[in-house]
């Protein structure tokens, strides 16, 4: 299975690169630790909001999102189960909040997968830094497995909470 998603991860980020280098835009730039509470608030929300019919794991699957990646782990935290929707991958341009490209699973105890949040990734195609409420992207960054592109990535933790913060790449609280 690990071979099968990391090739439509590939094949999705290859498609997305390739149709959406023409519509490459500047995107705003901030330093890190630049963003208002308000905004991140707000923009908090309306993820969490655009994310809550995909609570379960078959809905996000029928909606277009396919498993990428196994349970995530590392001696900083979790991020769980990656799925990505292949037609939510853009480049460049203002960022939707309400249009995540990944959305985080985890396990809930009973043999299930909780919505744990959200990530953004974009790949890397020369693009400003990426931002989402005053918040930059990571990266640009090699891929994490064969096949991924360079990219941008942002973890929104929406449905629980992180001790290293909201935008963190890992979550203490999360794990396998």
Known sequence: MKTMTRAALATATTLAAISGAA???????????????????????????????YQDVTAAVSAG????????????????????????????????????TILLYGPDGHGGLELLGAEFFQPDLGQPRPELAGE?????????????????????????????GVFSSWNPAVTC
Request: aromatic share 6%; net charge negative.
């Open 65 to 100: 999102y396919i498993p990428v990646s196994d349970c995530e782990m590392s001696d900083q935290g979790g991020m769980g189960y990656h799925y990505l929707n292949p037609s939510l991958v853009t480049v460049g341009g203002t960022v939707d909040p309400t249009k995540p």
């Open 23 to 53: 519509l490459m835009a500047p995107a705003a730039q901030a330093e890190p630790g630049t963003h208002d509470r308000a905004a991140t608030t707000s923009t908090v929300a309306q993820i969490r909001q655009a994310i809550r019919p």
């Open 136 to 164: 930059p992207f990571n990266g640009p960054m090699a891929g994490h497995s064969e096949g991924m592109p360079t990219h941008y990535d942002l973890h929104v933790w929406t449905n629980v909470a992180n001790p290293a």
